[in-house]
């Protein structure tokens, strides 16, 4: 442990899991060493030189590189790259930030994860503790990260963590003692050498560490999730959670039914986030009444059907961080009124077809958004009518109002990555709410 002996900790990737895990490495007095081929952001640059951190931006200085006695890689640098290869090669252990995180406390940690879904549910599921009283933290994909937390905010009563495929990847020996597989559909396979089981068996490894003693959630009617599962048993005590249990005006829980019509939660697929959150809530020995409120208590969460403005009678929504079909088909779904469409960015070997249906029935119009809108255009063409390209968060809204009559939705909901014209989807989402805001 770090806190025995003075390591010597590098890490790779200055983005918001590498800082938090420099400055954990740190403060467990570690010697830690801090190198990105990219741009480190000014802000975690001045941050690092605050703590005394040694770093280098825009390039790898092999020879300290395998001088770790540990490496800590971000998320988004893949096993398969040179550098990961050789540090394998070399016996130099490599893991990922919640891995590291995880050795630090004795708190019960809450993991949840699905191609669709995990940020609302992990929010919403941290909501309900912290409603009925309960010391949570969230922590991982959705902002601050579990190590940063730990470094500079202490330990509460109970963790709950947003995990990606690509986290779950570098861990070793993560055990969470609550884990969800919200669902699995097709995504990141570009990752997985376009392997379905790959991102499959990615996903389950939420499971790997879990005891007896732990709960695993699950989507029952989840195919995918069902094939993961005979390939990578668990041990820890099923929990599925059914589509049997949605009602029409919301959940049963424990046979009691919660009116979701009460609450901000809009479409089937919240109801099944609601379902996942409430139900984990409860092995904190949180009550049905204390769920019914914290759900009617709930704010949606930026960038997921978040509702940004109405102008002239219609409606701007916000759902930049639906980056596959599948979350595309629940914010379809969810949609009441016919709908402009916004979408396009990063294509990730996308099939389109699952949205055909909902595409002749609700979409009016569509408003590509992307450097590159081939596959879209050609996915769409006779099945919606109008089809317009743009490379501008502004310019795509200027369209949308034009195409939108009062009544109607303009709906960002991109199907795609945000990075061939944007940060990411956080920067795509805010340049649409900045544009909607030009409009009144």
């Not at 190198?35 to 005394?52: C, H, T, Y």
């Not at 995504?187 to 389950?204: A, P, Q, T, V």
Request: hydrophobic share 40%.
């Amino acid at each position: 442990m770090l806190t025995d002996s003075p390591m010597h900790i590098v890490v790779l990737g200055g983005g918001e899991s590498g800082v938090g895990a420099a400055l954990l490495a740190q403060k467990k007095g570690a010697k830690v060493f801090l190198s990105d081929r990219g741009n480190i952001s000014p802000n975690q640059q001045v941050e690092l030189e605050l703590a005394g951190i040694e770093f280098e931006s825009g390039q790898h200085t092999w020879d300290r590189i395998f001088a770790a006695d540990e490496v800590i890689k971000s998320p988004g640098i893949p096993d398969t790259v040179p550098l990961i290869k050789q540090l394998h090669d070399q016996g130099i252990p490599v893991i990922g930030e919640i891995e590291f995180a995880s050795r630090y406390t004795d708190a019960p940690l809450v993991a949840i994860t699905g191609s669709n879904g995990k940020t609302t549910t992990a929010y919403l599921t941290h909501h309900l503790l912290k409603a009925a009283g309960k010391d949570a933290a969230l922590v991982g994909n959705v902002g601050i990260s579990f190590a940063r937390h730990l470094a500079t905010e202490g330990e509460p009563e109970v963790f709950v963590i947003e995990v990606s495929s690509f986290q779950l990847d570098s861990i070793h020996y993560f055990r969470p003692q609550v884990a969800a597989i919200l669902n699995i559909t097709p995504d990141h396979l570009d990752r997985y050498n376009y392997e379905m089981d790959g991102y499959i068996d990615s996903k389950m490894r939420i499971t790997k560490n879990q005891e007896l003693s732990d709960t695993f959630w699950f989507l029952a009617e989840d195919e995918n999730i069902d094939k993961g599962r005979q390939r990578n048993p668990v041990a820890a005590q099923l929990r599925p959670v059914s589509k049997a249990q949605l009602t029409e005006k919301g959940i049963l829980l424990g046979g009691e039914e919660i009116d979701l019509t009460r609450t901000q939660l809009k479409g089937k697929h919240n109801a099944l986030n609601a379902l996942f959150a409430a139900g984990m809530a409860q092995t904190f020995g949180i009550s049905t009444e204390e769920i019914r409120a914290g759900l009617e208590s709930f704010q949606p969460i930026p960038h997921r059907l978040e509702p940004v403005g109405v102008v002239d009678g219609v409606t701007y929504i916000n759902d930049s961080k639906a980056t596959n079909v599948d979350a595309v088909t629940y914010a379809l779904d969810a949609m009441d009124k016919d709908i402009i469409w916004i979408a396009g960015g990063t294509d990730k070997g996308n099939d389109y077809s699952p949205l055909f249906e909902a595409a002749r029935t609700k979409v009016k119009a569509l408003v590509c958004l992307g450097a590159d809108n081939t596959k879209l255009k050609a996915a769409f063409a006779g099945i919606i009518d109008k089809i317009e390209e743009t490379n501008t968060a502004q310019g795509a809204v200027m369209a949308a109002k034009a195409l939108a009559k009062e009544g109607q939705v303009v709906l960002l909901s991109p199907a795609c990555a945000s990075f061939d014209l944007f940060k990411n989807y956080i920067d795509r989402g805010d340049q649409f709410r900045a544009a909607v805001q030009t409009l009144r």
